[in-house]
């Protein structure tokens, strides 16, 4: 007699040593996600067995996945195929952070990197980026933990899986930044709004952000500011058409101006409604606001 099983939600979080791997476990796990830690890659399709069985079934499985497997890219690859042909869809967390991020997070915990050696602690780091960059390049969802503390990637997990369903429909993440400080590493898309005028330039509005209506008109009243986002607003719903087809469960868009505080602020929030008039679940992040 052959036991009657139900395909569970599967998160493989995965990504750099440092990152944040286990704060995102602890974070599912409060979300009553079931968690297995550092689970050889070949031992996927065995737990999503386990855990389908009706009687006992367990629904939410996140699984923490990382280069103490060896093999770790060959068999994580291997192991995903053979849950999707079993019609088991896993989606895959990728934790970034930038290196001086990571030295400073082993060097106050006084722990080596698993791929140091004999080497620097920067030479562990660099081994792992070379072996983990076609996991992250496929990844669904890639998440940049530089400069966040455990409770703001606490916050960020429970964003994107606080609603403890199998949900397929796609999510997106709109984060306004500044060029100055670099470019977001997880931005799937990027938009450059410094084809618009500057508020900066305009005394009054200056020591404003593009949270207030005045900069927000000011933004949108420019040439060229409201033909962009129609343009836009036709693209993305290209994009997210596709992306759904295709079974990407996230994306992060990135949307910058000099200096993060108005153009950009304004524009991304813009984005945000239309993706959300379009009926995509939106979050949206002002990544520089009040940097300056």
């Known amino acids: 007699m052959t036991t009657e099983t ?96 990571l030295v400073r997070r082993f060097e106050s915990v006084r722990r080596p990197h698993p791929l140091q050696g004999d080497g620097r602690l920067v030479d562990g780091i660099a081994r792992e980026r070379e072996l983990v960059r076609e996991v992250r390049a496929e990844a669904d969802l890639v998440l940049d933990t530089s400069g966040l503390n455990v409770h703001e990637l606490r916050n960020k997990i429970i964003g994107f899986f606080g609603n403890g369903s199998n949900d397929s429909r796609l999510r997106a993440t709109v984060v306004s930044f500044g060029y100055k400080y670099g470019l977001p590493v997880d931005a799937d898309l990027v938009v450059d709004c410094r084809f618009l005028p500057n508020p900066h330039w305009v005394p009054e509005l200056r020591p404003k952000t593009g949270r207030d209506a005045d900069v927000r008109d000011y933004v949108l009243a420019q040439p060229g500011a409201k033909q962009f986002l129609d343009a836009y607003t036709e693209v993305l719903r290209l994009l997210t058409t596709g992306y759904e087809r295709e079974g990407k469960h996230y994306v992060t868009l990135a949307v910058g101006c000099t200096g993060g505080k108005h153009r950009s602020v304004a524009m991304a929030e813009q984005i945000a409604a239309r993706l959300r008039d379009e009926g995509v679940e939106v979050q949206v992040a002002h990544r520089d606001l009040g940097r300056e």
Not at 95 to 100: K, R
């Open 6 to 101: 139900q395909i569970p939600d599967i998160v493989i979080v995965t990504g750099m040593s440092g990152a944040g791997r286990s704060t995102a476990a602890k974070s599912l796990e409060d979300l009553d996600w079931f968690v297995v830690d550092n689970l050889p890659p070949a031992l996927l399709a065995t737990m999503a067995d386990l855990g389908g069985r009706v009687k006992d079934a367990v629904p939410r499985i996140a699984v923490v996945v990382d280069v103490r497997s060896r093999a770790f890219t060959a068999d994580l690859h291997s192991s995903i195929a053979e849950l999707e042909a079993r019609g088991v869809h896993p989606r895959v967390v990728f934790l970034e952070a930038a290196d001086e991020d």
